[in-house]
């Protein structure tokens, strides 16, 4: 029924529009067709901090403007990290994102581990640790996306080991009113309904002065996988919803004051992680997984033109509620105990509190020289209420009893972690033609772990919950003991990041640089440092945590824009020595997580861009990266813990690319169809270090390979004047590729897979 509405709905859209084109068509006149061929605008990026075409950024960037977003379908992390050369997002479910760039990554979890790539929402860093969730935000009325390749520590700080995403919301318009709109309506397999609304208002209130501009959005996409575990069918749907106001006044010409809200309500109600084995489009968890977020942003930004230079000061306060709710019952396999497997999970609810200050000096006196000179201030607290679980049902099967509720293990934690850094570049230009670049950043990182007075542990004759119920004995659990309140090792650090390079422009078409760049990510501590396993006390001790990797980049490019802009060309070659690696360890009793150093790796490689307009609306877009990236130093201590093997490749595809093919005709007097087909390929990576931390002689069970695979969608789109609709399928070919694997025992479903296909229709208006 559903699948017959939509069609209806598709067919009912297309038909009212295609009557309207037959009313005024009329042959549309051509101008010179040269300049029609070449009528693309250039792009303009703000990586460096400052308005310049992204020809002539000595940087690998991929920039995504919202007309290509609602082109493509981009909504979210997933589409931008297929269209970026180099780049693979981790993606266990909705909520759960970690971007791989140019090999740097030791598994796709990332588990105690800082974000190798740092994930900006305008001047908010919003990426953190790996097991947590981050809000996956919506991506409409964005003036721009840029995915930054190679360390960006100068400028973005020490999340930027190997890049840095920046979504940039668009600002209000002084003189104009505005709307857009976007209804997204599609249908996943044969009953899963998709729908997704979006709607700006932009309102001048004094001309040249002040202005409004409002964003709401809804999202409501019912579920494709079956729980067998809960019952409950499409179990995965998701409901997202939010919005954003955004304020700019301009009382004269120098000063500009802009503030924003923002709110995000992200609520998948279960995990998108699939059991093959247990049938197609299946999953299996006693309880749902949960991984949830409500984030509230509030900034204020305060731009003011000095005759040589733009100071700009940004103050952020960012207010994120998330759950973790994960089965941890795969840590117990059938067979591993007499009565194996065992209820047994995780409830965590996490608290960010993140203020961020930059201000920042920009030189706008168009000479030679060019600085960039700033400050950075961030203040995070999280607080994690962290509730081991049964459930009700084992318990009262097992008779075991004096539990207040299905927890057995009660523990409240916090962090408070703090960065202070002052940063640089500064450019200085022979000529034209020639340029050379130098940054630095200097930067002190502090992390503090505390556990609270409260919560308990619950015991009986000085057993915990384990023993009676990998045994099967029951008991009443007459001892529940507080924890006491304690205060971890402070971990310190301070680290400088460099960045020289050199450009060369040899005519007004090419650019080529070379760039040396470094990074690191911020010492870690780990929550449960000094603790023993409860399960084998001869087990790992938890380590306190572990100190600053270091990573060094090797960088030539070049950037070509020929034939009067029909072809442009950029093709970037690196080298990457990463050492003192921060990995993730597992200890084998438990599966508790925890953060460490291992020797080294290299990972080197090479990608390319390319645009091509071979004929009046026709539109050929080319990206492709190779890249080898390997453990090269690695000693058998840090074997063991990690699990890690010499010359073993890290946790990124060889190979990767994408095609985008576009077709537009004349329909009539304001009004054009397009067809599109856009096809991502990715190669097969591995899912982690090959063996058991812990216990190196050991293969890790849970080891594997993602599948290769093609992904390929479909279109075809009527614009006319401010209005658009578009149908397209997404997955034309059904493929149920694997395209994650989770690295850890405890989890029973660990496959990610590509979305079943997806037929749909896009109405917009104003886009």
Aim: hydrophobic residues 35%; charged residues 20%.
């Amino acid at each position: 029924m559903r699948a017959m509405l939509l069609a209806s709905a598709c067919a009912v859209t297309l038909f009212s529009i295609s009557s309207a084109l037959a009313q005024d068509a009329e042959p549309k006149s051509r101008s010179d067709e040269q300049e029609a061929l070449s009528g693309s605008q250039d792009v303009v990026v703000t990586a460096t901090r400052r308005e310049e075409r992204i020809q002539d950024v000595p940087l690998s960037i991929t920039a995504f403007q919202q007309e290509e977003l609602s082109e493509k379908g981009i909504v979210g992390f997933e589409g931008i990290a297929r269209e970026t050369p180099g780049v693979v997002l981790n993606r266990p479910t909705q909520n759960f994102n970690n971007f791989t760039a140019r090999g740097i990554a030791t598994n796709g979890y990332n588990a105690n581990l800082q974000s190798s790539v740092a994930v900006y929402i305008d001047e908010l860093p919003i990426s953190t640790i790996g097991n947590t969730t981050v809000v996956d935000p919506n991506l409409f009325d964005v003036e721009r996306v840029e995915f930054l390749r190679g360390p960006q520590g100068t400028l973005f700080g020490s999340g930027s080991l190997s890049g840095a995403m920046r979504i940039l919301n668009k600002s209000p318009d002084l003189n104009d009113f505005d709307v857009s709109a976007l209804a997204d309506i599609g249908l996943t397999g044969s009953d899963s309904l998709r729908q997704r609304y979006n709607l700006m208002i932009n309102v001048p209130i004094a001309t040249d002065k002040l202005a409004v501009r409002a964003v709401g959005f809804y999202r409501n996409e019912e579920g494709y996988l079956d729980n067998v575990g809960t019952g409950v069918r499409n179990s995965n749907s998701l409901i997202d919803w939010g919005g954003r106001a955004i304020v700019l006044w301009k009382p004269t010409d120098r000063l500009s004051i802009k503030l924003l809200g923002s709110y995000e309500n992200s609520d998948p109600k279960d995990s998108s992680l699939t059991s093959p084995s247990l049938g197609r489009e299946k999953r299996v968890s006693d309880q749902p997984d949960r991984f949830t977020g409500k984030q509230t942003i509030f900034n204020a930004t305060l731009d003011y033109e000095f005759d040589f230079a733009r100071l700009t000061s940004s103050s952020t306060y960012s207010d994120f509620d998330q759950k973790f709710y994960v089965d941890l019952a795969g840590t117990f396999p059938p067979g591993s105990f007499p009565r194996a497997p065992i209820a047994f999970g995780l409830d965590a609810d996490a608290y960010d509190k993140v203020f961020v200050q930059e201000t920042r000096l920009v030189s706008s006196l168009g000479g030679p020289l060019e600085f960039v000179l700033g400050g950075f201030y961030m203040h995070r607290r999280r607080d994690v209420d962290y509730f081991y679980r049964s459930s009700l049902p084992f318990l009262q099967a097992r008779g075991l009893t004096g539990l207040p509720d299905q927890y057995y293990q009660k523990q409240y934690t916090h962090q408070i972690s703090e960065e202070l850094a002052g940063f640089g570049e500064l450019t200085y230009r022979f000529s034209d033609k020639f340029w050379l670049t130098g940054g630095m950043r200097y930067g002190r990182t502090s992390a503090q772990a505390f556990t609270e007075a409260g919560g308990y542990l619950a015991t009986a004759f000085g057993q915990n919950y384990f023993t009676y119920a990998l045994l099967g004995i029951p008991v009443n659990f007459n001892t529940l003991t507080p924890y006491a309140a304690a205060e971890g090792v402070k971990a310190t650090g301070s680290k400088p990041s460099w960045k020289a390079s050199a450009s060369f422009k040899p005519n007004e078409t090419v650019t080529t640089y070379a760039t040396f760049s470094t990074g690191f990510r911020a010492p870690i501590v780990n929550a449960f440092g000094g603790r023993a396993s409860l399960v084998n006390p001869n087990d790992i001790v938890i380590p306190f945590g572990a100190s600053s990797d270091d990573l060094k980049s090797y960088e030539v490019g070049a950037k070509t824009r020929f034939l009067n802009g029909l072809v442009t060309i950029n093709a970037a070659a690196y080298l990457i020595d990463w050492s003192n690696i921060q990995a993730q360890a597992n200890r084998v009793s438990d599966s508790v997580q925890f953060a460490t150093n291992i020797g080294a790796a290299r990972s080197k490689g090479i990608e390319v861009e390319m645009g091509l307009v071979p004929a009046r609306d026709v539109f050929l877009g080319l990206n492709a990266a190779y890249n080898d990236s390997k453990i090269t130093k690695l000693s058998p201590t840090e074997a063991a813990i990690s699990g890690a093997v010499l010359g073993h490749r890290l946790s990124a595809p060889r190979l990767q690319g994408a095609i985008y093919l576009s077709y537009g005709v004349d329909l009539g007097q304001d009004t054009k169809g397009t067809f599109a087909v856009n096809a991502q390929y990715v190669g097969s990576y591995n899912s982690s270090f090959p063996n058991t931390p812990g216990n190196p002689n050991l293969r890790l069970a849970t080891y594997g390979e993602t599948d290769e695979y093609v992904n390929t969608n479909l279109s075809f789109g009527i614009k006319r004047r401010a209005f658009s609709a578009q149908l397209y399928v997404e997955n034309v070919f059904d493929d149920h590729s694997i395209v994650y694997i989770h690295p850890e025992a405890f989890l029973v479903s660990r496959f990610g897979t590509l979305r079943p296909r997806t037929l749909g229709i896009r109405l917009g208006y104003g886009l």
